[in-house]
């Protein structure tokens, strides 16, 4: 499996934005479920946002109404729009791709800082 490649974490004040983008190189990307997890330190890893296939999306509470994940299956990618970024925000983020054979594959992550 070819891992999943993140970008565009970084420092942000709160209130203010980022756009996680998450590349995964397969044939048919449009297949599988795409997920966006966090893990803060001192903290386990949790499930933010989850787009599947048929572009159906589920979100954990507490970025409700903040944050979108959308995707690009032309483009094998998948996004994470972070609006209203509070400090609590502050994690790696990971993508995490789900094939059709239930194989997951993870990518390296990258850090989002909420802080003025």
């Known amino acids: 499996q070819v891992q999943p490649v993140e970008s565009g974490g970084g420092l942000v004040q709160p209130g203010g934005s980022l756009r996680l983008t998450c590349v995964a190189s397969?044939?048919?990307?449009?297949?599988?479920?795409m997920s966006w997890y966090r893990q803060a330190p001192g903290k386990q890893r949790e499930l933010v946002a989850t787009?599947?296939?048929?572009?159906?999306?589920n979100y954990v509470d507490s970025v409700k109404g903040r944050f979108t994940i959308s995707r690009d299956n032309a483009k094998n990618t998948v996004y994470l729009q972070m609006n209203s970024l509070k400090p609590e925000d502050t994690a790696v983020y990971y993508c995490?791709?789900?094939?059709?054979?239930?194989?997951?594959?993870w990518g390296q992550g990258t850090q989002v800082t909420v802080s003025a």
């Open positions: 995490n791709a789900l094939n059709p054979q239930y194989i997951i594959s």
């Open positions: 397969r044939s048919n990307f449009n297949k599988y479920v």
């Open positions: 787009i599947f296939t048929g572009q159906t999306t």
